[in-house]
Nanobody, 121 residues
Framework: QVQLVESGGGLVQAGGSLRLSCAAS????????MDWYRQAPGKQRELVAG???????NYADSVEGRFTISRDNAKNTVYLQMVSLKREDTAVYYC???????????????WGRGTQVTVSS
């Protein structure tokens, strides 16, 4: 089976930085898109940033210019570097990836359990 495990969350003051990591393990043939989502209390889960297997990235408007997504394909790992953090960035951050466990054309969606990011004023 495939697992995604996030790390790097924590408590940080406004204006500070954090780096999240998400490592995929298990039966992996290839990984397509990898993304970071977040969910704040009382709000819907939202896409924060995504990166394709070729390195093309996209960002939510609210984090553009402050967050950077990257991936290390050799390590099956995706990162989210967050700088200039704001209180409104407080949320549980989830890793998502579309992963193929065989050469079959279709991949499946996998989610991590999430890591808490809390930004204090």
């Amino acid at each position: 089976q495939v697992q995604l495990v996030e790390s790097g969350g924590g408590l940080v003051q406004a204006g500070g930085s954090l780096r999240l990591s998400c490592a995929a393990s298990g039966r992996i043939f290839s990984i397509n898109a990898m993304d970071w989502y977040r969910q704040a209390p009382g709000k819907q889960r939202e896409l924060v940033a995504g990166i394709t297997s070729g390195g093309r990235t996209n960002y939510a408007d609210s984090v553009e210019g402050r967050f950077t997504i990257s991936r290390d394909n050799a390590k099956n790992t995706v990162y989210l570097q967050m700088v200039s953090l704001k209180r409104e960035d407080t949320a549980v951050y989830y890793c998502h990836a579309e992963i193929k466990s065989s050469p079959a054309p279709r991949g499946y969606d996998y989610w991590g359990r999430g890591t808490q990011v809390t930004v204090s004023s």
